[in-house]
């Protein structure tokens, strides 16, 4: 397989193991939902699951133990978000403070802990 | 700034695409795509990729999570398995897709008008437009969202590009910060759109479901997570609605 990948190329791989697998998802979803309208119950049911999904994806992204974002330990992680959302809550729900709160959390616990 | 009313003329698409584009650049998630994909770019160029390539995954891929997974992965594993890989990744883009093409719903929109706007949805640019698109009269919402998507992909294109250039003088440690900025975004923006109880019960059910269903390690886990929580959400939903309909 690395020999094949060499010879195609890593824009031939950009195509086949990241556009398509990707872009299959986007394209059954327009294709499921096809004439159905936003008030339908299975609208409203998909549309649950995916706002849990994005939940799940902050979960995943947060406790992660691979990529680089495990060079901060896992604590650090928790801490910072927990201190990010309290300062969004403090400044009346300001998506801006709260994120940049949470960041520089990050950044100065991967200094002292990292 | 009144929204122009249903029945007004619409405004022509190359306006209502520029309205979209500055609602991105106003979003914060603007900002956060640009420290995310600075993170990104960096890594791309820790892994030997070219510039160009880096810009062309984030244009074509369009998703933070599976350009990690491809950049870092893709050197050393075989083709088949990092396919695979980013095909698990990005179950998500199912139900978001799902969820919003019936907000494009109006006459004279074809399904290939749905292509760009499908390929534009990413998690920035669908919590985005969930909360924006409603408010737009039907004719104007596909020009508004495609505006919205290609303002929010260009600070991706910029971070990328700005992160690859930095990466020499970037430490790790910082890299690795810089994509602390998604799910710190995910975090507020998702708590502050969620106004609809349904909203809020499947985001939170999906902040405790996530964990325990990694921790099971079943596999699949965003899908399990999605079902389950969004499915016990909607319940829930159903249950209120039934016991306010018998009550009024």
């Known amino acids: 397989m690395k020999t094949v990948m060499t010879d195609i190329g890593p824009w031939f791989a950009l195509i086949l193991a990241g556009f398509l697998p990707n872009e299959i998802w986007r394209l059954a979803g327009v294709m499921l939902v096809r004439g159905l309208d936003e008030k339908s119950q299975i609208i409203i049911w998909v549309r649950a699951v995916a706002t849990a999904m994005l939940a799940g994806v902050l979960a995943q992204l947060v406790l992660s133990s ?28 300001s998506v801006f403070v709260g994120v940049l709160t949470g960041e520089l959390a990050v950044m100065a616990g991967a200094y002292w802990f990292g | 700034m009144d929204a122009p009313p249903q029945d007004s003329p619409a405004s022509p698409p190359l306006r209502t695409f520029v309205r979209g584009a500055s609602a991105g650049v106003r979003s914060v998630f603007f900002y956060v795509l640009i420290g995310n994909y600075v993170g990104l770019g960096a890594l791309s160029y820790e892994f030997g990729f070219s510039i160009w390539w880096m810009v062309a995954s984030t244009l074509l891929v369009w998703a933070a999570p599976a350009q990690v997974i ?75 969202y495609n505006g919205l998507g290609v303002g929010l992909m260009g600070a991706a294109v910029i971070g990328s590009a700005t992160g690859y250039v930095l990466a020499a003088q970037l430490p790790p440690l910082l890299a690795a910060t810089l994509l602390f900025f998604t799910p710190m975004a995910l975090l507020m923006s998702s708590a502050r759109n969620a106004r609809a109880l349904l909203d809020r019960v499947a985001f939170a059910l999906g902040l405790v479901v996530g964990p325990i269903v990694a921790w099971l390690s079943l596999g699949l886990d965003l899908m399990w997570t999605g079902l389950i929580a969004g499915t016990i959400a909607y319940l829930i939903h159903r249950w209120r609605e039934s016991r306010q309909g018998g009550a009024a």
């Open chain 1, 66 to 93: 691979t990529g680089a974002l495990a060079l901060i330990p896992v604590s650090v992680r928790i801490g910072a978000a927990v201190l990010g959302f309290l300062a969004f809550l403090a400044a009346r729900k």
């Open chain 2, 70 to 144: 491809l950049i870092s992965t893709l050197p050393t594993a075989a083709l088949v398995e990092v396919a695979l890989a980013v095909t698990l990744s990005s179950v998500r883009f199912l139900p978001m897709v799902a969820a919003l093409i019936p907000l494009f719903k109006a006459p004279g929109v074809r399904q290939r008008d749905l292509l760009l706007p499908m390929h534009l949805t990413a998690i920035s640019v669908w919590v985005e437009g969930m909360r924006l698109v409603p408010q737009q009269p039907r004719g104007e919402r596909v020009a508004f």
